[in-house]
């Protein structure tokens, strides 16, 4: 399952399509469903049902907005996309296909379903969920703005950003475990490396700051994971 997760994570940066780029995803979230379910407890079967009732919904508004940008341009290819004259239609589309990986990333109002799954989650899966899942959506939905949607997601990507390193950071100073406190810290990370994204759609700078700070986030997160195991 850790191998499963790991190269779909992989193979999401290199789809050039959505509908691989889907798939990539979804092989990098579906098996953390058995990881997090893995110690076979009641609260960690529940955990699981969580995320697999995430995940499903979360294919689900992704393949919408697929079907979406498809009716309005006619192709599901990042580099025919990004020549593709913009339509409310393809908009929408692209709203959604952002929303989709959003409840990968956790972003709010997607991420709700961390304080249920995290604490339930052995901590070394609570660690591959922070990361291996959060960088393939975040890889995804960086090819989708930079490379097919440029200028498309300026109206409210910066909304989405702000709510989500906000209520992120201040649901985390409510927690009293450490697993609660860095579940919903990993909401507010979320924004953090979507922020380069809101600020210079279109821009090679935007691509460079978002892998810097998923490095270093991930460096973090180990870290903080591994302390609290």
Same mark, same amino acid.
Request: aromatic content about 6%.
């Given at each position: ?9 992989? &193979? ?24 997090? %379910? ?6 960690? &079967?529940? &955990? ?24 309005? #341009? ?18 929408? %589309? ?30 070394? #899966? ?41 209520? %992120? ?49 991930? &460096? ?10």
């Amino acid at each position: 399952l850790i191998l499963a997760a790991t190269a779909g994570a992989l &193979a999401v940066v290199g789809a050039r399509d959505l509908f691989t780029l889907l798939i990539a995803v979804e092989t990098a979230a579906l098996p953390m469903v058995g990881l997090v %379910g893995a110690e076979r407890t009641r609260q960690a &079967a529940g &955990a699981a049902l969580r995320l697999l009732l995430v995940t499903v919904v979360s294919f689900a508004i992704t393949v919408v907005g697929i079907a979406l940008i498809y009716a309005a #341009v006619g192709t599901v290819h990042l580099t025919r996309l990004a020549a593709a004259p913009g339509s409310v239609t393809m908009l929408v %589309g692209v709203a959604f296909v952002v929303a989709g990986f959003g409840y990968k990333v956790a972003a709010m109002p997607f991420g709700i379903w961390v304080a249920d799954v995290y604490p339930a989650a052995p901590t070394p #899966v609570a660690l591959l969920l922070s990361t291996t899942s959060k960088v393939a959506g975040v890889a995804a939905a960086l090819l989708v703005v930079i490379s097919a949607a440029p200028g498309l997601t300026d109206s409210w990507l910066p909304a989405l950003v702000a709510v989500t390193m906000t209520v %992120g950071n201040l649901v985390a100073l409510t927690r009293r475990t450490a697993i609660g406190l860095l579940a919903w810290s990993t909401v507010a990370q979320a924004g953090w490396a979507l922020l380069p994204l809101a600020a210079v759609v279109g821009t090679g700078l935007a691509t460079s700051a978002t892998i810097t700070y998923l490095l270093a986030y991930c &460096a973090a997160s180990l870290a903080a994971f591994v302390v609290v195991a």
